[in-house]
């Protein structure tokens, strides 16, 4: 089963900053689309931000519109997101996936078909 591997979670204070890198296996995925997704406790899981495959297009929720930043490597295989001045309502479990596609705006969680096994974010106040 490919999966996609995150990394950089951790516990910060409100106001910090943290860098997760999502590492996919092989070529296979940078030409697709590619998100980012976090699942709080006893909440849904819930869409964060989004890179077109060419990487010129982005997408943000609007919960986090100008304190995240979505990129990415291919030479890396590696899509990154990028979090400042985080609050405590940024604490979740964070996830990557890869869209089914290559452009366009950000599907729903079921138009995603590999996802990672998630990295833990804790914003403490």
């Known amino acids: 089963q490919v999966q996609l591997e995150e990394s950089g979670g951790g516990l910060v204070q409100a106001g910090g900053s943290l860098r997760l890198s999502c590492i996919a296996p092989?070529?296979?995925?940078?030409?697709?689309?590619m998100g980012w997704f976090r699942q709080a406790p006893g909440k849904e899981r819930e869409f964060v931000a989004a890179i077109s495959g060419s990487g010129t297009n982005t997408y943000y929720a609007d919960s986090v519109k100008g304190r995240f930043t979505i990129s990415r490597d291919t030479a890396k295989n590696a899509v990154y997101l990028q979090m400042n001045s985080l609050k405590p309502a940024d604490t979740a479990v964070y996830y990557c996936a890869r869209d089914t596609r290559v452009s366009g705006p950000p599907p729903e969680v079921a138009g995603y078909d590999y996802w990672g096994q998630g990295t833990q974010v804790t914003v403490s106040s």
């Open positions: 092989g070529r296979m995925f940078n030409s697709y689309s």
